[in-house]
């Protein structure tokens, strides 16, 4: 009977995050030895336009845990993934206003390589139950 108990997940977080991390990182290097420092720094901004809302809604997210806390957790998913969007908005449109020199390219093919790979990372690390 013990066996067929729910268990209680632990989301690896500061794993994904280091993978998203060093992930961009390679990136980044990988634009600066075949095009330029600009293209290494619009990637690496790129990146960061996916990584920063998604941790954010990561935290949002799992911060309630249990069954008692259920409507907490619905109630922080809906409103952290309209903030995710929105920030993802924003830093788009700050990019895009802001910085002077920006090789667009490098921005959001990264931008759209780091949505891939965190769409692959969430079949590739499967929650962990506790003990």
Do not use: C, D
Request: cysteine-free.
């Amino acid at each position: 009977m013990k066996s067929r108990q729910a268990r209680i997940t632990h989301v690896p977080l500061a794993r994904w995050l280091a993978i998203e991390f060093s992930g961009l990182g390679i990136f980044s290097l990988l634009w600066l030895v075949l095009h330029s420092p600009l293209a290494a720094y619009s990637a690496f901004v790129g990146g960061l336009i996916f990584i920063v809302p998604n941790a954010w809604f990561v935290h949002r997210v799992y911060r309630y845990q249990g069954a008692r806390n259920a409507h907490l957790m619905v109630g922080n998913l809906f409103r952290a993934e309209t903030t995710k969007i929105a920030l993802t908005a924003i830093f788009f449109a700050a990019v895009f206003t802001l910085m002077e020199p920006v090789y667009v390219p490098a921005l959001l093919f990264t931008f759209a390589v780091m949505v891939i790979a965190g769409g692959a990372l969430r079949w590739l690390i499967r929650p962990q139950p506790r003990r």
